[in-house]
């Protein structure tokens, strides 16, 4: 392919920095300039543009995805961040009826067992480092994304009345701080007097997603396992799925329900073994 044309770089920039102005996050920012990237590169040996955005090139680029063998997730991907674009121009309408296939969606999501809670709770407590226990009963007990966690300011803390304030694009949601969360934000905030909650030690930059993902694989956890551990055990322990979805800062309560399907396979599974052999 050619390299895409230099006079696109201007929309696809001023993309990026309403993406920023958006709240994503440097990665999210990233893999969509990559995409329109990519699919500028197409469209110009077509001889078009992206500044001429049309409905009949997305549908040809989505056949020549598949004609690549592209799996049926990454054209879907794809076509998600086509649809960002679009909604940035004002013209969503665009990507409406696409002939797409259907993503076969996995309802299994994965969180952690209860001895795999304790074990990581356990082993970061005895590593010692302030910082990484605030970290990881954060995640666990707030359910925040990765990158609201690496957002967070001092101002979102609220010791006092024990919530943690988060901010995303126009929307702000609290959530309840546990004791136990609380308590080891408090000691970590002590130990510096950064403007970020959490920094880089050596120098006291705030804290990259990049690092925080590190730092977790060391306890084989992932920022997303502990997110999803966190709705998990809220809707077990019988809580509303609306609230859960207020909590999780979900748009759509659809992706709440997901844990629930996750709950009913569970208990279906423990049903068919308690009467197997009865």
Request: charged share 30%; net charge positive.
């Amino acid at each position: 392919m050619k390299k895409y044309s230099t006079e696109a770089i201007p929309l696809i920039q001023e993309f990026c920095f309403w993406l920023q102005e958006q709240k994503k996050s440097p990665s999210t920012v990233k893999t969509y300039k990559r995409e329109l990237e990519k699919y500028q590169e197409w469209l110009q040996e077509k001889e078009t543009s992206i500044d001429h955005f049309r409905k009949n090139d997305i549908q040809s680029y989505i056949y020549y995805l598949e004609e690549q063998q592209k799996s049926v997730t990454t054209i879907d991907k794809t076509v998600g961040v086509i649809r960002t674009f679009a909604k940035y121009l004002k013209k969503p309408d665009l990507t409406f009826g696409l002939d797409l296939k259907p993503v076969e969606r996995k309802y299994e999501i994965e969180t952690l067992s209860m001895k795999e809670y304790n074990a990581l709770l356990k082993k970061v407590k005895e590593d010692g480092n302030l910082r990484n226990i605030a970290i990881v009963y954060v995640l666990l007990h707030t359910g925040v994304r990765i990158s609201e966690l690496c957002h967070l300011d001092r101002s979102h803390v609220d010791l006092e009345n024990h919530e943690l304030i988060v901010e995303k694009s126009e929307r702000k949601r609290i959530i309840p701080l546990s004791h136990e969360a609380r308590e080891y934000l408090k000691m970590y905030l002590d130990s510096h007097s950064y403007k970020a909650v959490f920094v880089s030690v050596s120098s006291g930059e705030r804290l990259t997603e990049r690092a925080v993902q590190y730092m977790l694989k060391k306890y084989n956890a992932t920022p997303q396992k502990l997110r999803h551990t966190f709705c998990q055990r809220l809707i077990d322990n019988q809580i509303n799925v609306e609230t859960v979805s207020k909590l999780a800062g979900h748009k759509d309560i659809n992706v709440t329900k997901k844990y629930l399907k996750t709950k009913m396979n569970r208990q279906k599974i423990e049903e068919a073994i308690k009467y197997a052999f009865i």
